[in-house]
């Protein structure tokens, strides 16, 4: 066999074991993430279940409150009062839990903290109804002191909550604009060696680049890049398909990425050669 057929044979084999390690990494990410989202999906789940449960004890109490003559009655309500106040300590448990969990989410968490704050504030208005029933039943001697501090303790703690939500919105919002960043630069190859981006042949592999010399941009929002050259060259690791090098009149080439979450589910670093 030829020399040269035999080089580009050994040349082939090792873009595609590349393209197979991307490939592998790619489905360990979206992996990850699913799973993410489903733990998500089934607390959110559950505390929607908790509501549903609680009005339906709030039917009840309604039914049995027509016949306060009967004993059954009677027992039908403490029993559903207490409950709802389980129940709602739960789901306000559970609630606290997305918003903790919600810190180090690697999901959309502009949409999560949307779907936590109605949630919270479906409890409140739960909160408040259940207050209104108390206060009824009191006056007929049907709730007990005990409970009814139990119920006005869960008014505390929805305020509570709804204060730390307002502290956490802060924290959020910076989490998300840290998940959503990442950093490119592009320069001749001599430029990259001088910032230390380059070194021995290798990228970015030794932890001592400048890292100030990158460029921060939302991957949300930032989907070009002009790059002022003729020919340029992507150093770091990125999914095929998920960009494409474009030429403008002049022949200069624009980096448009097509795949964001794709393209920077590897690495958040950008380096691109150009000659």
Request: aromatic share 6%; charged share 30%.
């Amino acid at each position: 066999m030829p020399l040269c057929l035999m080089a580009l044979m050994a040349c082939d084999g090792g873009q595609g074991q590349k393209a197979q390690q991307e490939r592998d990494s790619l489905i360990r990410v979206l992996a990850d993430r699913d799973a993410e989202i489903n733990e998500f999906m089934g607390t959110i789940n559950e505390v929607q279940e908790g509501f549903q449960q609680i009005n339906e004890a709030e039917g009840r109490i309604t039914v049995a409150n027509g016949n306060l003559e009967n004993a059954s009655s009677r027992d039908v309500i403490r029993e559903n009062i207490t409950f709802i106040q389980e129940t709602m300590q739960q789901n306000r448990e559970k609630i606290a839990r997305l918003e903790e969990k919600l810190k180090t989410a690697t999901i959309n968490a502009d949409k999560l903290n949307k779907t936590i704050a109605n949630l919270t504030a479906q409890l409140e208005q739960q909160n408040k109804r259940v207050q209104e029933l108390e206060a009824e039943l009191a006056e007929k001697n049907i709730v007990i002191a005990e409970q009814g501090a139990r119920i006005s303790s869960l008014g505390q703690n929805v305020s509570s909550l709804e204060e730390q939500k307002a502290k956490n919105e802060q924290t959020i919002d910076e989490q998300d604009k840290a998940l959503n960043t990442a950093y490119f630069v592009f320069g001749t190859r001599k430029e990259l060696k001088e910032q230390k981006i380059i070194e021995k042949g290798d990228v970015l592999t030794r932890g001592n680049f400048k890292k100030d010399y990158f460029m921060p941009i939302d991957i949300r929002i930032d989907k070009e890049i002009r790059l002022y050259s003729k020919k340029a060259e992507l150093l770091t690791s990125h999914p095929a398909g998920t960009y494409e090098l474009v030429k403008d009149q002049k022949k200069e080439l624009t980096l448009k990425i097509t795949k964001p979450q794709e393209f920077w589910s590897l690495s958040k670093y950008l380096v691109i050669e150009v000659k």
